[in-house]
């Protein structure tokens, strides 16, 4: 069934165009959605190419603005940003087939947002945390695997679920999960930590290295926020979770150690957020990622200083108020 479904996928940048590349290269029916004028026509007359770890390739793909979209849809793949997430959804949700669903592979909690607009039983969770830079137009860089996960928001596995876990798996092997929201606020704690490497221009492996005690910090405060939203957040990739509240820092640092290896054998050394802002300069995704958590916080009466401090140096720096510098790091509170 997998290669008989199409596969939409709304945002062909970094996370969309490599997944989605790599799935027509197994034979599944893609269609590209983009607002860039001009990546959609490169994929159109050129196809897409990925470069990467991995070697280069090319597939002839098709893509088309999104208002040149037709229904009914039975698959959405949304890449967007997770900041445009809620227009995204909007645009789309009339064409939207009576037993269509939406996957938010994204970073964030953005499930809430496509859930509330389409249904939580036409929404699947999606955890990624592979490596890719938009270059130019029909060009994206996957610097490196990493854990990719699919879910129900029931926990559930359904047929549905295992459909799309055939199809997504050409990028990667993918776990079906009973637990996607802990994989979500797992990488919500984790990408505190990467956020605060974008506020340098250190890369990722040495800002969190250089910067040990406040990373761990930082990503405690999510974790106690989502103990609190009664959530068992999961670890990935070097990122071991349970660990950070431990008090237990000869373990930390080890772990730690770990972690920052697996970042510097990535050929995608600095964020994306690092690249939104001293490359493409544009908004980056942390308000968007960090105002739930926030919110969710304040419900619960957690105090988040750190986490709040991040997003106020970002949005700093996104307006040009303050530049990328390990100096900003100083203002986070100890």
């Known amino acids: 069934m997998g290669a ?30 983009d607002s860039a004028a001009d990546h959609v026509a490169a994929i159109n007359e050129r196809g897409l190419t990925i470069e990467g770890f991995n070697g280069t390739f090319t597939t002839p793909a098709r893509a088309v603005a999104p208002a040149e979209l037709r229904g009914p849809l039975h698959a959405v793949l949304l890449a967007t940003k997770a900041h445009a997430t809620e227009a995204a959804v909007a645009s789309f949700a009339d064409l939207l087939a009576p037993d269509g669903f939406v996957v938010s592979v994204q970073n964030g909690l953005n499930e809430w947002t496509i859930s509330r607009i389409v249904g939580r039983d036409r929404t699947i969770g999606c955890f990624i945390n592979f490596s890719s830079d938009y270059l130019e137009p029909g060009r994206i860089h996957f610097g490196g695997p990493g854990k990719f996960a699919i879910g129900e928001l029931d926990g559930s596995i359904t047929p549905r679920l295992r459909t799309l876990h055939d199809a997504v798996s050409a990028l990667c092997p993918v776990e079906m999960t009973d637990n996607i929201f802990g994989y979500l606020w797992g990488k919500l704690a984790y990408g505190a930590m990467l956020t605060a490497t974008a506020l340098t221009n250190d890369s990722m492996g040495d800002g969190i290295d250089r910067n040990r005690e406040l990373m761990v910090h930082l990503a405690a405060e999510v974790l106690a926020v989502a103990d609190a939203a009664g959530v068992r957040p999961l670890g990935f990739d070097g990122f071991e979770p349970d660990l950070y509240r431990s008090g237990d820092w000869a373990a930390i640092d080890a772990s730690l150690d770990r972690m920052v290896a697996i970042r510097r054998q990535d050929q995608k050394a600095r964020t994306g957020i690092w690249r939104d802002i001293a490359v493409r300069k544009r ?24 986490l709040r401090a991040l997003m106020r140096l970002i949005a700093e720096v996104e307006t040009g108020q303050r530049q990328q510098s390990a100096a900003n790091l100083a203002e986070i509170p100890a």
């Open 4 to 33: 008989e479904m199409r596969y939409v996928i709304i945002g062909a940048g970094a996370i969309g165009g490599t997944l989605g590349a790599h799935m027509l290269r197994k034979g599944h029916d893609v269609l590209f959605v």
């Open 283 to 306: 908004k980056t995704e942390v308000h968007a990622h960090y105002a739930p958590v926030v919110a969710e916080a304040e419900r619960h009466g957690i105090p988040v200083p750190r």
